[in-house]
């Protein structure tokens, strides 16, 4: 393959029109920069930063963890022949100061983010690219048709990321020059400078504090949503027609960033990761590709080396268990990345508790969560899907299986939070008080979506895992395989018994104390979707069919029926209308994989149900423009038009559509649904 047929695999860059748009509507847009490190840089289309989230260097300064907003935007303006024009955009609380809207005429996105103005006769291009191996980003200022200066004057948070600044809350700035570079450190603050070199021809020493910066979807979300700034100082210097200037930030001393040789290099990674899809994936398959590697991070733990993780979700999770192997699939194995799966398995199977992999590592130190019932089931699925990708029955040998036999082990005979396999062989846990499973928001003392007891998607986990199991161990330990093919009955008979809610041709949500929870809700999909299932064929069927009828819409699969009462078809407001909805009624991208893969299942993939697969696929395809650029939001409202909230990119969205649609290739391939 050459090297154009290579560069020509990657999808094209997403290009948004920025002249002439809705500026509600171009706020709603943001793009994402990402590194190893667990940094990120994110931003609107504008220019215009929207949330406390949103900074040109957000700093993992304890990789991926220990974030900081360290440089949150930049006030930038071009002189030529006299005229002055604005680039930036900030929203203060009765205007846009300055308005570089009226110079912006396009956004490009690629790996770098792109900024396209016409400043009269000549054409700028503003370049945002973040470094791969350390906490730096780079911004590039390329003026053709003309040539004349520029200023630009830099605004600091430094600040934990989750927080806001404010000039009247304690804070000690210092400024000073070194090595050709302004450092710059809140005394009082994170232990760390950031550094700037303008790579221009000067700068002024002029501190100042510009204050009451608005983000507004802060303020959407029910959050105090005022900042104050802090900047050391004006940069300044000429721009030659066609010859780029670089301004750099980082901690410490800013390395030397060659901007072309990141930029290419990216593209290279960019390009091995979709060229590792399957023969003829689509635009959006490449796309999610590409997405893909903006979650992936290395992690140092104690009596560890580093190790790639997978983060949850930007901007704000970091790496949770259950998350990272529901994604597993989706963004390692589709893309051949099988060395960092490995790295993954091996990462959680040492931090193996009571037969418990981590809910999540601590944000803030070394330390790790185990309040989930899950987590550890989709270990499971993910190592027998590994298994089932890579035939590395080596890898299988030595971890895989050992940790998943400890798992069961230790479920069966009880270990946190209650969790025990019952007396019918079925899998129970939590109490009134735990939110174990995914549904798992909390509003003080109140779980809002209770499930205690036997969760149906825990059971058909379980079910699976005791399964796979019998025919993985079988020819290698007959006793072991036979004891778990003699559980997996028992699970199986059980699992119709208590779950199968004949009146509603469908399961129940929940199992407690003998009584099913006949809410109609999503996680019921896996006992159809998975490969082995508890349940009858006309189970299945009946299964995919009320979800289809109550939950499907065109952005995944809604939490809870609409013509339940506790339905909320909106997500948004406070914190606690949020909470209140997160689970009730708001849709979840990720849930489409599975129900793809039920209907192609139960319908051993004819040629209708590939069709209506495709279509439900493709209905994700205009998103990519809607909110966080070539990538998946978390959450949509439950009503129409389905409007995306949550995380702006989350793992397990981009993870389970290309999942799916790797699965939908499967079927058309062999035509008929694979094992």
């Known amino acids: 393959m050459t090297a154009t047929t290579l560069l020509n695999a990657l999808p094209p860059p997403l290009e948004i029109a920025v002249a002439g748009g809705e500026i509600n509507d171009l706020l709603d847009k943001e793009w994402l920069l990402t590194n190893s490190l667990g940094s990120y840089a994110s931003g609107t289309v504008l220019g215009c930063n929207t949330r406390r989230y949103h900074g040109l260097l957000v700093a993992a300064t304890s990789p991926p963890a220990g974030r900081i907003n360290d440089l949150s935007t930049v006030v930038d303006r071009v002189t030529i022949d006299g005229v002055t024009y604005d680039l930036a955009v900030n929203e203060l609380p009765d205007a846009f100061s300055p308005f570089g809207i009226a110079s912006l005429r396009r956004f490009r996105d690629a790996e770098a983010a792109t900024f396209v103005y016409q400043l009269g006769r000549a054409e700028l291009t503003k370049e945002v690219l973040l470094a791969a191996q350390a906490n730096a980003v780079a911004i590039r200022y390329t003026l053709t048709g003309a040539s004349g200066t520029i200023e630009l004057r830099p605004f600091l948070a430094l600040r934990d990321f989750h927080h806001l600044r404010k000039v009247h809350e304690p ?180 931090w193996l508790s009571e037969g418990m992999v981590p809910n999540r590592f601590d944000d803030y130190c070394d330390g790790a969560h185990y309040n989930s019932i899950d987590a550890s089931l989709w270990y499971i699925l993910a190592a027998d899907r590994y298994l089932a990708a890579t035939r590395d029955t080596d890898f299988w040998a030595r971890v895989l299986m050992p940790t ?41 003392h109140e779980v809002v979506t209770p499930r205690q007891g036997k969760p149906v998607e825990v059971n058909a986990l379980w079910y699976y895992a005791h399964r796979m199991m019998a025919l993985r161990c079988a ?151 809607e909110a966080g650029l070539g990538t998946v939001s978390e959450v949509f409202d439950g009503d129409a038009p389905h409007r995306p909230g949550g995380c702006i990119a989350q793992a397990w969205s981009v993870a389970e559509l290309l999942r799916a649609r790797q699965y939908l290739h499967q079927c058309r391939e062999l035509g008929h649904a694979p094992a």
């Open 475 to 625: 020819g290698v330990d007959a006793p072991l395989a036979g004891a778990y093919a003699a559980r997996a009955k028992d699970i199986a008979g059980a699992f119709r018994s208590a779950f199968w809610n004949p009146a509603a041709d469908c399961l129940f949500d929940c199992v407690q104390d003998g009584r099913g929870d006949p809410s109609i809700r999503p996680n019921q999909i896996f006992a159809a979707s998975l490969p082995h299932s508890p349940l009858t064929p006309s189970q299945r069927q009946g299964v995919v069919r009320v979800v289809s009828e109550k939950l499907l819409t065109p952005r995944g699969l809604r939490t809870l029926a609409p013509d339940d009462k506790r339905y909320r078809g909106r997500y948004g407001g406070s914190w606690e209308s949020r909470d209140r909805a997160y689970h009730q009624g708001t849709v979840w991208a990720w849930l489409m994989g599975p129900f793809i893969e039920a209907c192609l299942r139960t319908n051993n993939a004819s040629a209708a149900s590939v069709a209506l697969a495709q279509e439900h696929l493709d209905a994700f395809n205009d998103h990519f423009t």
């Open 404 to 444: 998943v036999d400890t798992i069961l082990r230790a479920y069966r005979t009880g270990t946190r939070y209650g969790i025990v396999a019952d007396a019918d062989g079925l899998l129970t846990g939590g109490s009134h008080d735990t939110q174990l499973t995914w549904m798992d928001a909390k509003l003080g």
């Open 171 to 350: 804070h000690r700035m210092q400024v000073r020059l070194s090595d050709g570079a302004v450092l710059v450190q809140d005394e009082l603050g994170p232990p760390h400078a950031l550094a700037m070199r303008g790579g221009l021809d000067g700068f002024a020493h002029a501190p100042q504090w510009w204050y009451n910066f608005r983000y507004r979807a802060d303020l959407a979300r029910g959050q105090d949503g005022m900042e104050d700034l802090f900047t050391p100082g004006l940069f300044s210097g000429a721009l030659r027609n066609g010859q780029p200037r670089q301004f750099t930030a980082a901690l410490a001393a800013p390395p030397d960033l060659d901007f072309q040789a990141e930029r290419d290099a990216k593209r290279r990674r960019r390009t091995g990761i979709v060229t590792a899809l399957w023969r003829g994936a689509d635009e959006p398959s490449r796309r999610l590709a590409v997405a893909s590697d903006a979650f992936l991070a290395r992690r140092a733990l104690s009596a560890q080396a580093p190790s790639t993780t997978i983060l949850a979700g930007f901007p704000w999770f970091l790496d949770w268990g259950r998350d990272a192997f529901i994604a597993l699939p989706g963004l390692l194995l589709a893309t051949k990345r099988f060395d960092l799966a490995r790295e993954i398995f091996d990462t959680f199977a040492a």
